[in-house]
C-alpha cells in the first residue's frame, strides 16, 4: 500500500527521492585510514614525503641538535633541487618537519608521537644523545615507523626494535679504537677516566674504552665520576691526579669537558685529555680555549681529510651555511638523511615494513662520514677517525678501521 500511495502523490514523491538520495550518501566510502608511515594508499605513489627529526635544537646539548638538522636540510634541498625523490616512477618533493627536545629526554616521546600522529612522517631521524634516543625510539617502534639515529653510539639504542637504525659506530668500536690509538700511536699505559654517569653514552664508552686499554697492556690507575651540569671538578681531578696517570680519558659532552680542561691545566695536569664524539662542538674551543690544546677524541669524519666526498660536502654545507665548516654532526644528519632517501628508492614506497626492509639492506653506502654497510642487529660498520686540537684547530690524526 505504501508504495501505491506514493505513485499517487507528487509531495511523496518528492520524500522518496530525498530519502533515497541519504540513503546512497549513508553508504558512502569513508576515507581510508593513514596505513604506517603515515600516508594514505592514494598518498603512497604521489604528494609530498613527510619525514620527520627530533633533536636537541635549544638546551645543553644544541650545537648537536642544530648541526644534525642543517646536515638533514642540506640533503633534502639537493633532492628537491633535482625535482624530488624518484618513488616507483613517480617524483615527489620531501619535506622536514623537525621538532626540538630542548635536550632533554623527557621530550622525546612527546615529540615523536606528535610527528607521527599529527604530522604523518614515514620515517623519523634523530635523536643524537643516546639517553634521549632511547625515550623516543621505542614509541617509533611501536607504531612500525623506520627511525634512523645520526649519532646515538649507545648499544641499547638498536636494541629497542627491528625498526631502529644507526648510521654512526657503537661504542664497543669506539672504546676499543680510543684505546688502540693510545696505546700504539700515543705509546701511553696509564689512563684515569672521568665519567658522566648521568649518561648511558657515557658509562659504556668508558667502559668499553677501559676493557679494550687493558686488553692492549694498558693500566686504568684511577676513575672519578660526575653529573651532567656540573662545574666544579677540582676535587675529582686532584684525586687523579695522585694516581699519576699519563692521559685522562673524558667520554662526556663537550658542555662539561671545556670546564675540566681549564680546571686540569690550572692544576698542573698538562697531560693529554681523550674523549668521544661528545666533544663534537664548535663550543668546546670556544670555551676551553687554550687548555684544549694537544687533545684528542674520536669522531665520525673530519673535515680536512681530502676524499672526494669530504670535499664536495664541506663545499656544498659552506654554500648553504655562510662558510661554516660542517662537524660530524652535520655529516651525520647528510649520511641518516642519503640512507633513507636511497632506502625509499629500493622500496619503491614509504610503506613502513617495506621501506624498513629496505634500510636493512643497506650494504656499502658511500657517505661523507665513511662507507656504511647495516649488519644483522641495525649498526652502521664503518671507520672511526682521531682528531688532534694542534695550533687552536683540529686536525685529522689517524683513521682506524672496524675490528
Same mark, same amino acid.
Given at each position: 500500500m505504501a508504495s501505491a500511495s506514493i505513485a499517487r502523490s507528487p509531495w511523496l514523491k518528492t520524500l522518496a527521492l530525498l530519502a533515497a538520495v541519504a540513503t546512497f550518501a549513508g553508504c558512502k566510502k569513508e576515507p581510508a585510514a593513514p596505513t604506517a608511515g603515515g600516508n594514505t594508499p592514494a598518498a603512497a605513489t604521489a604528494g609530498e614525503i613527510v619525514i620527520g627529526h627530533y633533536?636537541?635544537?635549544?638546551?645543553?646539548?644544541?650545537t648537536f641538535g642544530r648541526s644534525t638538522d642543517e646536515g638533514i636540510l642540506l640533503a633534502v634541498n639537493e633532492v628537491n633541487a633535482a625535482g624530488g625523490l624518484e618513488v616507483a616512477g613517480?617524483?615527489?618533493?620531501?619535506?622536514?618537519?623537525s621538532e626540538d627536545t630542548e635536550s632533554k629526554a623527557e621530550k622525546a616521546g612527546d615529540v615523536v608521537r606528535k610527528l607521527i600522529s599529527k604530522d604523518n612522517v614515514v620515517a623519523v631521524l634523530g635523536e643524537v644523545a643516546s639517553s634521549i634516543t632511547l625515550e623516543g625510539a621505542p614509541v617509533a617502534q611501536r607504531a612500525k615507523i623506520p627511525t634512523i639515529t645520526p649519532s646515538s653510539t649507545n648499544t641499547t639504542v638498536t636494541e629497542?626494535?627491528?625498526?631502529?637504525f644507526r648510521v654512526c659506530f657503537i661504542d664497543p668500536f669506539q672504546g676499543y679504537a680510543g684505546a688502540k690509538f693510545v696505546r700504539e700511536q700515543l705509546k701511553l699505559t696509564k689512563a684515569a677516566l672521568l665519567v658522566d654517569k648521568s649518561s648511558a653514552y657515557s658509562d659504556q664508552l668508558s667502559k668499553e674504552f677501559a676493557q679494550a686499554f687493558q686488553s692492549m697492556g694498558g693500566t686504568i690507575?684511577?676513575?672519578?665520576?660526575?653529573?651532567?651540569?656540573?662545574?666544579?671538578?677540582?676535587?675529582?681531578?686532584?684525586?687523579?691526579?695522585?694516581?699519576?696517570?699519563?692521559?685522562?680519558? @673524558? #667520554?662526556?659532552?663537550?658542555?662539561?669537558?671545556?670546564?675540566?680542561?681549564?680546571? +686540569?691545566?690550572?692544576? &698542573?695536569?698538562? @697531560? #693529554?685529555?681523550?674523549?668521544?664524539?661528545?666533544?663534537?662542538?664548535?663550543?668546546? +674551543?670556544?670555551?676551553? &680555549?687554550?687548555? @684544549?690544546?694537544?687533545?684528542?677524541?674520536t669522531n665520525h669524519y673530519a673535515p680536512d681529510n681530502p676524499t672526494p666526498a669530504i670535499t664536495a660536502f664541506v663545499t656544498k654545507y659552506g654554500?648553504?651555511?655562510?662558510?661554516?665548516?660542517p662537524d660530524g654532526l652535520a655529516a651525520l644528519g647528510y649520511d641518516a638523511a642519503n640512507v633513507l632517501f636511497a632506502s625509499i628508492k629500493t622500496a619503491g614506497t614509504t610503506e613502513g615494513p617495506k621501506l624498513r626492509d629496505a634500510i636493512a639492506q643497506t650494504k656499502g653506502f658511500v657517505g661523507v662520514t665513511g662507507t656504511i654497510t647495516i649488519d644483522a642487529n641495525r649498526n652502521a660498520v664503518k671507520p672511526i677517525v682521531v682528531l688532534e686540537r694542534k695550533n687552536n684547530a683540529w686536525v685529522y690524526r689517524a683513521t682506524i678501521e672496524p675490528k
Open positions: 633533536g636537541s635544537l635549544t638546551g645543553g646539548q644544541a613517480v617524483k615527489r618533493k620531501v619535506k622536514l618537519v629497542v626494535g627491528d625498526y631502529v690507575v684511577a676513575t672519578a665520576d660526575y653529573t651532567q651540569g656540573e662545574k666544579d671538578f677540582n676535587t675529582r681531578l686532584t684525586s687523579l691526579r695522585e694516581k699519576g696517570p699519563e692521559l685522562i680519558y @673524558i #667520554p662526556g659532552y663537550y658542555t662539561e669537558v671545556a670546564n675540566i680542561a681549564i680546571q +686540569a691545566r690550572a692544576l &698542573g695536569m698538562n @697531560i #693529554p685529555l681523550m674523549g668521544g664524539d661528545g666533544w663534537d662542538s664548535e663550543d668546546l +674551543a670556544k670555551n676551553g &680555549g687554550a687548555a @684544549i690544546e694537544g687533545t684528542f677524541y654554500a648553504a651555511y655562510n662558510g661554516k665548516v
